[in-house]
């Protein structure tokens, strides 16, 4: 599988933010999108993920195949917020993202386990602290399988212990063929291309 | 797209809008929702409307069910601007969205659209009999509000949905959906109102305007659902 981009463009209210953007990620690739603020790294990731329109160029996924066909099938897409509900407790929340994204792949408690907050999944979601949120948020990526993850700031609000956790994640996914798209500006602690937006 | 050869695909389909709209009821009753919210209002504009009229009680029972209808109309609108904006505040619309690909957005805001009809309206329409003595209204009179209620509400939310969808974007919606989809539920009260005179009011009919509300809600059903994905699908930025 295959996520390539040529002479991307992007485009917020009709301003051209960003143009000529490419990449050719192929299976088991990471790419680190940096840059300073407003040079279009979260609008590059919102247009991956087909939440905004393609303004130039073109974005094709390769060999997704019946299963996969098209980016937004194939992506989990965590963004800025965490898409998850305060009143919820955070199985619950979980185990409702399961559901809507098909099979799930891994048990939710697991996935938990995974990012650290075993033990905390009957505690409603608004009760976590900023940390524990985006820990919960990560989680979310683990519990269905998607070949590729489309990751806005991902490690905003981690500590260092849980830093080093989601880069052990994000290996892990990697090594098993899949993909991340992640725009930073912390180091995330894991190989891969670097695009520099916004020079 | 919905519809994939594979074996199950409706079962699978069928569970996860279950999912979803379990997830919305919950929601619903959990965060204060809008359930009690919208049947104090229904109280309070029913309650007023003896002292406005005055003591007339055959007044007040002929007045009845076009009053109930208005209340209940009202209502409805009340909570309406959470429907999306609670999702869009915390990011769960984009993914609602990118879901397009498995599973039709139109089908996606259907389920949540019934979901906020089973948790906000429906007590309504389960208060209304209730209301209805407030009216002085005759059990057929009431019986029959009620039933054009349970049948038409829902319309009202289905327009609704597409009000929602188009303001998604704007801090204080409320008063825009309001007055963005209220003309538009005039068919809807027409038919309910005149259906409910058709109980008792002998020369007029029943079942004609009763058919032509229920064929409203399913129409509405489609329509409403369909422009309210196609404003959600552009709407995100």
Redesign the interface.
Known sequence: MRLIAENLGGE??GESVFSRVGFDLGEGQALVVTGPNGSGKSTLL?II????PVAEGRLLLEGGG?AF??V??A?H?L??????????SVV?NL???R?????GDVGVEEALEEVGLGGLGHLPFGYLSTGQRRRAAIAKLLVNHRPLWLLDEPTAGLDKVSEARFAGLMERHCGDGGMIVAATHLPLGIDGAELRMGI | MAGRPEGGALAMASHIMLALFLRDIRLNIRAGGGALTGVIFFLAVIATIPFGVGPDLKLLARIGPAILWIGALLSCLLGLDRLFQADREDGSLDLLVLGNDRHMLALTVLVKCLAHWAGSVLPLVVAAPLLGLFMNMEPLAIGATALTLLVGTPAITFIGAAGAAVAVALPRGGLLISVLVLPLTIPVLIFGVSASYGATANPEPFLQPFLILAALTLFLAVLGPVSAALALRHGTD
């Open positions: 917020r209210g919102r993920a087909g939440l905004l019946e066909p098209s937004a099938s992506c897409y963004g800025h917020q965490n898409a998850m509900k305060p009143a919820l619950e185990r409702f993202w559901d809507f994204n098909g099979n």
